[in-house]
């Protein structure tokens, strides 16, 4: 089986163009899923139906979210679909097999308020705080996922014309930027950046203070200080910024398509979330304006 995972592997990798962590993320998922079978003398090619049950019921047995059996489900599904096509096997096991529900969560958000104070925190007096302010404003202004957010390079951002351009595998999104994030940007760019790099070859937007491109930690850690900073009660990740970024386009009178492009959904069923978040203002216009209200 270990040949037919490195196979497996090496086409998301090549043909799908996978990112690095959605790549580590299907290990992960198939290693697991490799280890049980091999624990329980089971046949990855000959496996059913049941076997495949058997194992999602163990991962919950052992405290598993029902997110993380989905996801794990969904890995293996992939695997053997991929397995099927090369006719390494004959049969999907996993074809029948349904996806656990998967309760929607109410996303954590914050006021427009609370979103102020935030970005009111990092003081551009210094080249940390130039890059701090930059990265929050940026995030908040365009909702990107902070995996995208941290594999930005230089080269995907025009100031000038005030855009990001975000790639995710082969997809590809171009996002307008606030003039207040553009202003911390050129700020960043001008003022901070050429300081912190080592090398002029350096592509990454935002470097850490080694000058090499900032992970997810430090960009989690970088926010979680903020916010103690600024003495919000609420939790706040990057995730929460760009769920206030999506609500508060909505509640503004944003469509809700063109949010779901900006957040880059591939179903808008996931961008309806924020509609529970919807101004109390513009119901009470609908209410009003609509014949069947």
């Given at each position: 089986m270990e040949k037919q995972i490195n196979n497996f592997l090496e086409f998301l990798q090549k043909d799908k163009k996978l990112t690095e962590n959605t790549l580590q993320s299907y290990k992960r998922d198939i290693s697991q899923y490799e280890n049980y079978i091999e624990k329980?003398?089971?046949?990855y090619a000959s496996v059913d139906e049941d076997a495949i049950k058997g194992y999602l019921a163990y991962l919950q047995e052992n405290g598993k979210k029902?997110?993380?059996?989905?996801?794990?489900?969904?890995?293996?599904?992939?695997?053997?679909?991929?397995?099927?096509?090369?006719?390494?096997?004959?049969?999907?096991?996993?074809?029948?097999?349904?996806?656990?529900?998967?309760?929607?969560?109410?996303?954590?958000?914050?006021?427009?308020?609370?979103?102020?104070?935030?970005?009111?925190?990092?003081?551009?007096?210094?080249?940390?705080?130039?890059?701090?302010?930059?990265?929050l404003e940026f995030a908040y202004?365009?909702?990107?996922?902070?995996?995208?957010?941290?594999?930005?390079?230089?080269?995907?951002?025009?100031?000038?014309?005030?855009?990001?351009?975000?790639?995710?595998?082969t997809k590809?999104?171009?996002?307008p930027l606030g003039e207040m994030s553009i202003?911390?940007?050129?700020?960043?760019?001008?003022?901070?950046?050429?300081?912190?790099?080592?090398?002029?070859?350096?592509?990454?937007?935002f470097v850490n203070i080694n000058g090499k491109r900032l992970t997810r930690q430090g960009f989690w850690k970088i926010v979680k200080f903020y916010k103690e900073q600024a003495h919000i009660d609420k939790e706040i990740t990057p995730g929460v910024l760009r769920h206030s970024f999506a609500t508060h386009l909505l509640q503004n009178g944003a469509d809700l398509k063109a949010i779901q492009t900006m957040l880059g959904h591939s179903d808008i069923s996931s961008t309806q979330v924020y509609m529970q978040f919807q101004d109390e203002g513009i119901k009470n216009i609908y209410k009003k304006a609509h014949p069947r209200a």
């Open positions: 329980n003398n089971l046949d029902t997110s993380t059996v989905s996801r794990n489900l969904a890995s293996i599904r992939s695997f053997y679909q991929y397995s099927v096509r090369v006719k390494d096997i004959k049969k999907d096991p996993t074809e029948n097999v349904q996806s656990p529900k998967i309760e929607k969560r109410i996303p954590n958000v914050l006021s427009t308020k609370e979103v102020e104070l935030l970005l009111e925190q990092p003081e551009d007096t210094d080249l940390k705080g130039i890059r701090d302010k930059a990265m202004a365009t909702g990107m996922r902070v995996t995208e957010i941290i594999s930005l390079d230089i080269k995907d951002i025009n100031v000038k014309e005030g855009y990001v351009i975000c790639k995710t595998g590809q999104r171009t996002i202003k911390a940007l050129k700020n960043y760019v001008d003022e901070s950046r050429p300081y912190l790099i080592k090398s002029d070859d350096e592509p990454s937007l």
